[in-house]
């Protein structure tokens, strides 16, 4: 079983930015694929950003394309989201996720694929 644990979320002026932070337990994060996702209040939640299990390919939402960053640090157990140049539409609880099977050679952007999901973090943008 794994546990996901984000952190880093909080009230950021618009252009400002944030690098949130997902740490895992109980299980080695390096063979899965990991994803961030979002929810706003009244609305669905949303795909923003994954990873594969390699670091070798990333996928972002049109929404975040060139602001966000994701990455990984396998020996850290850990996955980033740096965020950047953060607009009021950003607002959300961040929610990190792992992937279902280990090793997907490719990205997937769908909340089925992960089976594995944090608590979330609350991101704030004000005006």
């Known amino acids: 079983q794994v546990q996901l644990v984000e952190s880093g979320g909080g009230l950021v002026q618009a252009g400002g930015s944030l690098r949130l932070s997902c740490a895992a337990s109980?299980?080695?994060?390096?063979?899965?694929?990991m994803a961030w996702f979002r929810q706003a209040p009244g609305k669905e939640r949303e795909f923003v950003s994954a990873i594969t299990w390699s670091g070798g390919s990333t996928h972002y939402a049109d929404s975040v394309k060139g602001r966000f960053t994701i990455s990984r640090d396998n020996a850290k157990n850990t996955v980033y989201l740096e965020m950047n140049s953060l607009k009021p539409e950003d607002t959300a609880v961040y929610y990190c996720?792992?992937?279902?099977?280990?090793?997907?050679?490719?990205?997937?952007?769908?909340?089925?694929?992960?089976?594995?999901w944090g608590q979330g973090t609350q991101v704030t943008v004000s005006s």
């Open positions: 109980g299980r080695t994060l390096s063979s899965y694929g």
């Open positions: 996720a792992a992937d279902r099977y280990t090793r997907r050679p490719v990205v997937a952007a769908t909340m089925w694929t992960y089976d594995y």
